[in-house]
């Protein structure tokens, strides 16, 4: 095949725009006089966007709050003194002087100190039979630990799974362990239904097929068992449409499912989320949510991304009452017929990944402060290690954040080519030239 045509195919690059979608404001136009205890699907409306990038489909804005039946009703009040107060079983507070900090809640007790020090976690039964990694609470910054969940900006890897060498379909380079080590804790992954078993593929499973839910996410599973101090995001992306009971078995499987976090009621408004304290003592560290067909009615922890989540279409005073994710990577999108693929232009991704510059995700993290009055809640990147400087993207959200970044970035060994290799380039034609000719006949 002539390379002409694969740098034609090439040519065509499209920055990936961030999502201005926020929330900030000082009044919560969500009530919490509802009785109802399960999903009320006549207050719910659909909404269509047809300018979605693929998957898409239709997702559900909520009229009126749902109260869930088995969620987790206690609520959290920050206070000027940093102390935060709950309805419910005690008081929750963070102490923190010199190098070590005291988590107290009516959940259990911790105390962590620094790396000469043990650290010991009453919170739960199984905290005390994992060898303990991290002593350092609340994502590496004691700083959040009275914050809101939904008042930090967090480093998502976008499509965390993909980490292929020689693959141009790759979005990482590190694996999740070396992620979830450096920083990042929200993991976005792609699901396909392939006879029942969800597998991690890039738009189609011919391309990259990284193995099965559960084998990724029992990986994710083990490194939450050894950092009982740290809270984890994962937003699955359920390509196919498939029931959402297809992904419950692979994260009760995993070991994920005794972590996870239940809301009180859809839509959570800006105000409504818990403090990283509140998460950690409770044992419940692990947040899930799904973009499509997400039923809490059935599943209340499995999150609808867009009740939670500034979904298009939703009115301006809804969207300050939401978080917000700004999706920050620049594409190659490759067409050839009915096919279509976006692979990352690793080209230029140090300056993609940058402080400052234009194109750079600082720049666009400061845009969208600026328009929306308080900064993203998730910054994705593609491969998140590269950038100005090694860290550079935990740079930018430690500024969003209002803290200092000190830590040494990034995990050493490399899994993935950074570039679009022949092999893989002609690999990603043969597949598009094979899709072109089967939807001809």
Not at 40 to 47: K, L, Q, T, V
Not at 87 to 107: I, K, M
Not at 156 to 183: C, E, I, M, R
Not at 304 to 312: A, K, L, M, T, W
Request: proline share 4%; with cysteine; aromatic share 8%.
């Amino acid at each position: 095949m002539r390379w002409s045509l694969a740098l034609a195919l090439l040519a065509r690059v499209a920055l990936g725009e961030a999502r201005d979608h926020t929330s900030d404001t000082t009044s919560d136009p969500t009530s919490d006089d509802s009785s109802t205890t399960t999903i009320a699907w006549s207050d719910a409306s659909i909404i269509t966007d047809p300018s979605s990038v693929i998957p898409t489909g239709s997702y559900l804005v909520y009229g009126t709050t749902i109260n869930l039946s088995d969620g987790d009703q206690l609520t959290s009040t920050i206070t000027q003194n940093a102390s935060a107060s709950r309805t419910g079983n005690g008081t929750l507070y963070t102490s923190t002087h010199d190098s070590v900090t005291v988590l107290v809640g009516g959940a259990g007790t911790t105390t962590l100190g620094n790396s000469s020090m043990n650290a010991t976690a009453t919170t739960t039964a199984t905290a005390t039979h994992t060898p303990i990694v991290n002593t350092r609470p609340c994502n590496d910054y004691v700083q959040f630990c009275q914050r809101s969940y939904s008042n930090i900006t967090m480093v998502g890897a976008h499509n965390s799974p993909f980490v292929q060498k020689n693959n141009a379909a790759s979005n990482q380079v590190l694996d999740v362990t070396y992620q979830l080590d450096d920083g990042i804790r929200f993991l976005e992954l792609q699901a396909h239904d392939q006879n029942g078993t969800m597998y991690l593929c890039h738009t189609s499973c011919d391309i990259l097929n990284v193995g099965t839910l559960e084998a990724y996410l029992t990986k994710v599973a083990s490194w939450v068992k050894t950092h009982p101090y740290d809270v984890v995001t994962i937003l699955m992306t359920n390509f196919d449409y498939v029931s959402p009971s297809h992904f419950v078995e692979p994260v009760k499987n995993s070991g994920l499912y005794d972590y996870r976090y239940t809301p009180s009621k859809i839509p959570m408004a800006l105000h409504d989320w818990p403090v990283l304290a509140d998460l950690i003592l409770h044992q419940t560290r692990v947040l899930f949510f799904m973009d499509y067909q997400a039923n809490q009615t059935e599943y209340p922890w499995l999150m609808d991304e867009f009740s939670q989540i500034v979904p298009p279409g939703l009115s301006h005073k809804d969207a300050l009452n939401r978080m917000y994710m700004a999706n920050h990577n620049l594409n190659v999108d490759l067409s050839l017929g009915s096919f279509n693929i976006l692979i990352p232009n690793t080209a230029v991704i140090n300056e993609t990944n940058a402080v400052n510059g234009t194109g750079s995700l600082g720049a666009m993290a400061r845009e969208c402060t600026a328009m929306w009055h308080r900064p993203p809640n998730v910054l994705l990147v593609d491969y998140y290690n590269e950038g100005s400087f090694n860290g550079s993207v935990f740079e930018v959200a430690a500024q969003m954040n209002n803290v200092t970044y000190n830590r040494t970035c990034c995990g050493e060994e490399s899994a993935a080519g950074h570039g679009i290799s022949a092999v893989s380039l002609t690999s990603l034609l043969l597949i598009a030239l094979g899709t072109t000719l089967f939807s001809s006949f």
